[in-house]
């Protein structure tokens, strides 16, 4: 089976959830990669990719979203999206050379779109998934927010007709078809037992932008070694040890260190739980990455502060409840991916072999429902 696997390129998350399942599909299939940005420099080296556009965050000079420049930084982009311009064009033309004959796409619109127009059946394979395909978990005061980031998913990205959603977090699907696993273990994960190190992991998916002097003289502050990944700097001052992307390397500070202080990611929340670290989530000032960080709390596995508003105190007191944390993790860690590659493996027949497909059907919004208890 030729297969087109669409991914979101802004941040690392997508490509790593990705990569926990590409090996698996590709002994079985002839899979070509279509990715952008973050994601294609990740997955390029490793498996067969085709560069493709990318829709993206703009940031300010204070570290948080810049909404006139994400909007002008988008229009371009958006626009080939919607009226079939260069972009749309080259992947139209790269899935027609490969005859492409299935598409599975984790949050990337280009595959999307293109599937659509030339009638090739779609897999969604992401955890933004969980926002516009189940039941309505939002918080009071995130739901107008999730509905509107529900409404503008489904409708750049359609309605594929599976979808798949890896998720830190149980929820309910709202409609036929839709299918929730847990987070995906990359090898790398699995090979590292976790050991209790003393010092922070600090992780940010866009540090040079994110990482300022503010957030820089908190980390300073701190009685405890501090090692930092995702920012343009190298070198030891301080107590903050400043250190290059590895996958590997990461693997294993995750694993050893003593908590996490990070962007509120779906991928990272999903490995930190497995290897029994709290987390302190500093959410981006995106819905999905809001919401993330409420379940962390709500689970009772770390807590969440503001990136901009942080302070010693704030980190003192989660290392402080750092048992607690570390005694709910073993009720919510898991690893979804064999059930994830059986579930694909079985929609791909599906829809390849002449078996009646369940489509997903949006029509109205659906009651709220709890998703984890107690909430």
């Known amino acids: 089976m030729r297969i087109a696997y669409g991914v979101m390129g802004y941040g690392r998350g997508h490509a790593m959830r990705t990569s926990a399942v590409l090996p698996a599909l590709m002994k079985e299939h002839e899979v070509t990669v279509f990715a952008g940005g973050d994601a294609y420099e990740e997955l390029a080296p490793r498996f067969p990719t085709v560069r493709i556009p990318i829709i993206g965050y703009q940031y300010n000079d204070r570290g948080s979203h810049s909404f006139p420049k994400t909007i002008a930084s988008n229009f ?3 626009a080939d999206l919607l009226f079939h311009g260069q972009g749309m064009a080259q992947v139209e033309r790269e899935f027609k050379a490969r005859d492409i004959q299935l598409v599975i796409s984790d949050s990337e619109a280009w595959t999307h779109r293109v599937a659509q127009k030339l009638k090739i059946p779609r897999i969604s394979f992401d955890h933004v998934g969980i926002i516009a395909y189940c039941k309505s978990h939002f918080p009071p005061d995130l739901w107008l927010a999730g509905q509107r980031d529900a409404w503008g998913y489904r409708t750049l990205m359609g309605i594929p007709e599976r979808i798949l959603i890896s998720s830190f977090y149980p929820a309910e699907g709202a409609y036929p078809g839709v299918k929730v696993v847990g987070p995906m273990l990359r090898d790398e994960v699995l090979r590292v037992q976790p050991s209790k190190g003393d010092f922070l992991l600090a992780y940010f998916n866009k540090g040079q932008h994110q990482y300022l002097p503010r957030l820089d003289g908190v980390l300073r502050q701190l009685d405890c070694p501090v090692v930092v990944y995702g920012t343009p700097y190298r070198d030891k001052i301080d ?10 390397g990461f693997v294993r500070d995750l694993a050893s260190c003593r908590g996490v202080l990070s962007t509120a990611g779906n991928q990272l ?38 990136m901009n508003q942080l302070t010693p105190s704030d980190v003192d007191s989660f290392l402080g409840h750092g048992d607690w944390y570390r005694s709910n993790m073993r009720q919510h860690a898991g690893d979804g991916r064999a059930e994830a590659i059986e579930t694909l493996q079985r929609y ?15 029509k109205k919004p659906q009651r709220k429902a709890a998703v984890i208890a107690n909430a």
Do not use: W, Y
């Open 348 to 362: 791909i027949a599906e829809l390849t072999h002449g078996e009646k497909a369940v489509k997903v059907h949006i």
């Open 239 to 248: 107590n903050l040890d400043f250190r290059a992307p590895s996958r590997e």
């Open 76 to 78: 371009s982009p958006v």
């Open 269 to 306: 929340i999903g490995e930190a739980i497995h290897f029994g670290k709290p987390i302190l989530a500093m959410p981006e000032d995106a819905f999905e990455q809001r919401l993330n960080a409420q379940m962390i709390e709500r689970m009772g596995v770390g807590m969440r502060a503001e």
